[in-house]
């Protein structure tokens, strides 16, 4: 009878041991300390910088690690240098791993930086000429690209619900006249389909439209 119950107390700590070590492994495949970001900037090839190291040129993606008031400088000669602190939030997959991975998994993640997440994951920057002045259909195609990657998510729901409110704004910045905005929004939600990237779709619509 105590040989059965040493070997059931054995058992029974190779379960609980197994449980933690699935755990911990929860907490690293789940989420990680780094993240894929995607930078693009008008004009390309600009320096990439963050902290005084350089990360490249435009376009750029990489493994960037996760931290709190991330600050990058984008410089170009002949151009004003722009800087951006990148925002974060909690990443959606924290909350699976409390599920799954419960107050271990969460106390492995926040040790770690993992809990965040940069978000947008990709970035558009328009760069101003040191000696800026009027630029014409160079600055309003620009423009128009910017509008398009900071308003991406509620553009590409408008397309689909029907609603104007941010496609009302791009209209104007695309001149495009009232009878041919059904037109756009057919041609604008293929566009979309076609170039999940939002960089890239910014420049195919602001192509498109402001030749």
């Not at 070997?7 to 894929?36: D, H, N, P």
């Not at 493994?63 to 939030?89: A, D, N, V, W």
Request: proline residues 5%; charged residues 20%; glycine residues 10%.
């Amino acid at each position: 009878m105590k040989q059965a119950r040493l070997i059931l107390f054995w058992g029974l700590s190779v379960s609980v041991t197994a449980g933690i070590v699935g755990l911990f492994g929860c907490a690293t495949i789940v989420s990680g300390k780094s993240q894929e970001l995607s930078f693009t900037s008008e004009p390309e090839e600009a320096t990439v910088t963050a902290g005084g190291r350089v990360l490249g040129k435009t376009p750029l993606t990489l493994q960037l690690e996760k931290k709190s008031g991330q600050i990058l400088t984008f410089e170009k000669e002949g151009y004003k240098p722009q800087t951006m602190q990148l925002s974060m939030r909690m990443d959606g997959l924290f909350l699976g791993n409390i599920l799954l991975g419960g107050l271990i998994g969460t106390t492995i993640d926040g040790i770690t930086g993992a809990v965040h997440e940069y978000s947008p994951s990709q970035y558009y920057v328009t760069l101003v000429p040191e000696s800026s002045g009027p630029m014409g259909p160079i600055g309003d195609k620009a423009e128009a690209k910017v509008f398009i990657v900071a308003g991406y998510k509620s553009i590409i729901e408008e397309l689909h619900s029907g609603k104007a409110e941010y496609l009302s704004s791009l209209f104007t910045l695309l001149k495009i006249p009232e009878g041919k905005q059904d037109e756009a929004i057919d041609k604008i939600r293929s566009l979309s389909e076609l170039y999940p990237s939002i960089p890239e779709f910014a420049e195919r619509v602001a192509s498109y439209y402001l030749k």
